[in-house]
Every structure is written in structure tokens, then in C-alpha cells.
Nanobody
């Protein structure tokens, strides 16, 4: 498994932007898929976005399409989540995830092999 460390969370006003980063270390060679999930207050963890190793495949939750962009720098083993036009309902702990399978990442999150500790994003109205 890989070790994942998120950064970039914080407090922002509605309409603002944040960029989250997730640096992977350890067993990164087989990480075909990386992604972001979030868990808001009193809610279950939900999928936000995913990206394949090549960057050729990306998926987004409907709630963030057009506002969030996922990207990765394989040389740095880092994935990013650019979040624009933030809304109060985006308030959550954001978790980075990594797995060998892109299908697992987007369809079977309970099977994902590596998770970060999470970073808090708070959007004020």
C-alpha cells in the first residue's frame, strides 16, 4: 500500500477557490487510479473525482462537475483537486485515495487500498 498525505484545506468564502494536494509515497508504481472523496457533517463519505495513471480518464460527481478539476503529476506522485466556485455544501473533510484499479476507485470504494488522513475544507456563506 501507498502512504498518502493531503494538504491545502482551509476556510474560504463561498465563491472562492482552493487547491488540494495529495502526495503519495511507498508502493506507488502500481497506483493506476487516484481520487478524492469527502465526508460532510452527518453525512456518509462520497465520491468526488478520480483520475487514471495516464490522466486519460477522469470522473466527477455530478455535484462538482464544472467546478472541480482533478489532475496528477506522476513524476511527483501527486494528485491535485482544484476547487472553484465553492459552496457551503462543499464543506467536508476531503480524503485522498489510491488504488491499482480505476474501476475499484469509481465503483467499489470499499475496496480502495490506500487512504489519506483527510484535510478539512470549510466554505462560509
Amino acid at each position: 500500500q501507498a502512504q498518502l498525505v493531503e494538504s491545502g484545506g482551509g476556510l474560504v468564502q463561498a465563491g472562492g477557490s482552493l487547491r488540494l494536494s495529495c502526495a503519495a509515497s511507498g508502493r506507488t508504481l502500481l497506483l493506476n487510479a487516484m481520487g478524492w472523496f469527502r465526508q460532510g457533517p452527518g453525512k456518509e463519505r462520497e465520491f468526488v473525482a478520480a483520475i487514471s495513471w495516464s490522466g486519460g480518464s477522469t470522473d466527477y460527481a455530478d455535484s462538482v462537475k464544472g467546478r472541480f478539476t482533478i489532475s496528477r503529476d506522476n513524476a511527483k506522485s501527486t494528485v491535485y483537486l482544484q476547487m472553484n466556485s465553492l459552496k457551503p455544501e462543499d464543506t467536508a473533510v476531503y480524503y485522498c485515495a489510491a488504488d491499482r484499479s480505476y474501476t475499484t476507485m469509481i465503483r467499489i470504494p470499499s475496496g480502495i487500498g490506500s487512504w489519506g488522513q483527510g484535510t478539512q475544507v470549510t466554505v462560509s456563506s
